[in-house]
């Protein structure tokens, strides 16, 4: 990696830790299962994906979770030999209510297994862990207020946790009512000097949020903000293309040098396709004891901490899916992967059996995706699908939401016979539309691809392995499928957390088909059209 975001796609809220020479960043991940990808690196700049926190359904319960609700802003950290992930899982619909339970889950080794999550509290969002050097152990999380006539996001509570009980114990305080920008959460609390540090996400997660600090000798407060904050923001430099900055954490380097890992976004005409991504900046540690960073607005570049290169094994555009299992990069919406998905059936094909859910479904719809990491990109597959009923389909989807997607798709329509569709859903209308059908031989492999260039989608189709490509409708807004056009142009007021994926879907609301087969699904990222990015 050479250039930000150090963690492209769909990966907000990062938190980032040490142990030894090695170090971790946990993203939230909502709704999609499982729960809290870790990453890990040796020079900051090359991260690969290693596990998840969350992989046990006896441990989280993401049914009937809410669009860009479940995972918010986990906090990873390590401390006496062990790692300890702090969590929440927002539930609610669409207008969440706010309900956040907080757990706390701990692992010897990050890749598991972790350990039956603790219940803490449900006070507010965005818990975090400090450990102070007595031994002590403080939740700070955001204090949340359901009340007329008070901000809901009230600043920042304080309250210790007992490893021995278990549980929070003692007096919980608001230590940190925010600056003027508002909206604080994400609160994580550090330790230098002497002081304790508060890193706070304020202006809320659009185009004026921040990054603020504020600092006190005593943990409980008075909390004095930082004089220049705040330490890292976009609001106020609207010509750069990374928007949307702040949310973060801090890990120190070496001597006074410190790596930041925070949100911010690569919108192209102010809408992110791509979500919030994870960027890394430089700063250290000043003689007067205030953290500064090497820069205030977001930078392409990424930081020199002198750590010896450690690249990562590369991300193969392919999976011919010829092991035991998918690979990390593959996600689930709701459910276990495995739960839809087996490539013993069939050995060197994905086997997704159908369920009753369409797209639109909060329940159980049989959807696996990767998170779309560039712009431009290029994804196809080769589906062996004999669909006999009208609601049978299996094909291509391209997905944010459960009211924003797109899907290329085989059927068997009762008009045209078999037949290549291309079925969409752009915002609260109560159906899809259909934008293209198109009367196939009956064949039992078809290609399946689409292609974006940051802008539009093309979907295309070919009936076999070696048949021409053929165009399926007409260009497709690829920006609908944006936390934006969630939030702003959806007539409903909604939360647009998450970013899209492109994947593979089945559905069968009779449940007497033959489950589709994919023989193989890649993706590939191409540099964009106009905006400088990949």
Known sequence: ????????????????????????????????????????????????????????????????????????????????????????????????????????????????????????????????????????????????????????????????????????VGPCRNIFGGTALGTPEGSKLHKHGGWYYLITAEGGTEYGHAMTVSRSRDIWGPYEVHPQNPI????????????????????????????????????????????????????RWDDDGWLRLDARTPQRELPDFGLPAAPVPELLPRDDFDGAGLGLRWTSLRQPIGELADLTTRPGWLTLQGTPSPPDSFIRPSLVAQRIRHHAFSSETLLDFAPTEMQQWAGLICYYDTRHWYLLHRQFDQRLGPCIALYCRRGPAPRYENLAQIPIADVPGVRLGVDCDGRLLRFRWAASEDGAWQPVGEP?????????????????????????????????????????????????????????WS
């Not at 250039?3 to 991940?29: K, Q, V």
């Not at 559905?507 to 905006?531: K, L, N």
Request: charged letters at 20%.
């Open 1 to 168: 990696m050479t250039a930000n975001p150090i963690l492209p796609g769909f990966n907000p809220d990062p938190s980032i830790c040490r142990a030894g020479d090695d170090f971790y960043i946990a993203t939230s991940s909502f709704q999609w299962w499982p729960g809290v990808p870790i990453y890990h690196s040796r020079d900051l700049r090359h991260w690969e994906l290693v596990s998840y926190a969350l992989t046990d359904p006896a441990h989280l319960d993401l049914r009937r979770i809410g669009d860009s609700a479940g995972i918010w802003a986990p906090c990873l950290s390590y401390a006496d030999g062990l790692f300890w992930l702090i969590f929440t899982v927002a539930s609610g619909g669409r207008q969440h209510t706010y309900e956040c339970p907080n757990y706390l889950t701990t692992a010897a080794d990050v890749r598991g297994p972790w350990s039956a999550p603790v219940y803490l509290n449900t006070t507010g969002n965005d818990p975090s862990l400090f450990h102070d050097d007595d031994g002590r152990k403080w939740l700070v999380n955001t204090e949340f207020v359901w009340a007329p006539g008070y901000r809901a996001h009230n600043g920042t509570l304080l309250q210790e946790y007992s490893v021995a009980e278990r549980r929070l």
């Open 476 to 532: 497709q807004d690829a920006l609908v499928l944006s936390d934006e056009f969630v939030e702003k142009h959806d007539p409903i007021p909604s939360f647009g957390f998450t970013g899209a994926h492109v994947g593979l879907y089945s559905y069968d609301i009779t449940e007497r088909a033959i489950p589709p087969a994919f023989d193989w699904f890649e993706v590939h990222g191409h540099a964009s059209v106009g905006d400088g």
């Open 232 to 283: 890292l923001t976009a609001k106020d430099d609207p010509a750069n293309p990374i928007q949307r900055a702040g949310h973060g954490d801090i890990v120190p380097v070496a001597g006074n040098r410190v790596a930041v890992v925070y949100l911010a976004s690569r919108p192209v005409e102010q809408r992110s396709l791509l979500g919030r991504e994870t960027f890394l900046a430089g700063g």
